[in-house]
């Protein structure tokens, strides 16, 4: 199974972006899904995830600015980021998971919140 992100993009401060991520396939027992992003020299932080059946959590750095969603039927995962800031300039990875333990990630899109 392979993820594949798209949406990322040059965007100015303050702007939105959406962020799509869909899996190739089905992936059995598939009970998180969610949005990470690692900004040039630093590590891969988290921003956004749900899952199956305890809801969903955010970066607190992006609370009441993102919102993550997901389609199981079609094994996506979005996220819509409003009021953009430069510190968002990163490249944003999705990853799935699943209650047996197996983590998929996608390879990436590059977000620019630039003027």
């Known amino acids: 199974v392979q993820l594949q992100a798209s949406g990322g993009g040059l965007v100015q401060p303050g702007g939105s972006l959406r962020l799509s991520c869909a899996a190739s396939g089905s992936i059995f027992g598939l009970n998180v899904m969610g949005w990470y992003r690692q900004a040039p020299g630093k590590q891969r932080e988290l921003v956004a995830v749900?899952?199956?059946?305890?809801?969903?959590n955010y970066a607190n750095s992006v609370k009441g600015r993102f919102t993550i969603s997901t389609d199981s039927a079609k094994n996506t995962v979005s996220l819509q980021m409003n009021s953009l800031k430069p510190e968002g300039t990163a490249v944003y990875y999705c990853?799935?998971?699943?209650?047996?333990?197996?983590?998929?990630w996608g390879k990436g899109t590059l977000v620019t919140v630039s003027s």
């Open positions: 749900i899952h199956s059946g305890f809801g969903t």
């Open positions: 990853k799935f998971g699943s209650a047996w333990g197996e983590d998929y």
